[in-house]
């Protein structure tokens, strides 16, 4: 059974930096691409950044894009995703997730992730 199990969420004030952790466990973890969502309140759950099995190819959401980095370490089972130059409209619920279906490139559309984590809050003062 896949298991996703996101850290590194908390209070940071605007400009800030915080580093988001997802351990996944279940599955040969290198084989599978993976990506970062989030949920503001209100809101529907968004892309924010993906990543291809190897590592080799990252994709983001236009409002994260030069800010954010996703990267993953194969060896330790883990995806992380690198926020700077936090805003508080950056504040939500993210949440890591994986494609039950092997693919090489990034994943974009949610309608492919199957298995989620219970995500990890990030809150944003002004």
């Known amino acids: 059974q896949v298991q996703l199990v996101e850290s590194g969420g908390g209070l940071v004030q605007a400009g800030g930096s915080l580093r988001l952790s997802c351990a996944a466990s279940?599955?040969?973890?290198?084989?599978?691409?993976m990506g970062w969502f989030r949920q503001a309140p209100g809101k529907e759950r968004v892309f924010v950044a993906a990543?291809?099995?190897?590592?080799?190819?990252?994709n983001y959401a236009g409002s994260v894009k030069g800010r954010f980095t996703i990267s993953r370490d194969n060896a330790k089972n883990t995806v992380y995703l690198q926020m700077n130059s936090l805003r508080p409209e950056d504040t939500a619920v993210y949440y890591c997730?994986?494609?039950?279906?092997?693919?090489?490139?990034?994943?974009?559309?949610?309608?492919?992730?199957?298995?989620w984590g219970q995500g990890t809050q990030v809150t944003v003062s002004s």
């Open positions: 279940g599955r040969t973890f290198s084989r599978y691409a």
């Open positions: 997730a994986t494609p039950s279906l092997l693919f090489r490139v990034c994943v974009l559309s949610q309608d492919e992730y199957d298995y």
């Open positions: 990543i291809s099995s190897s590592g080799d190819s990252t």
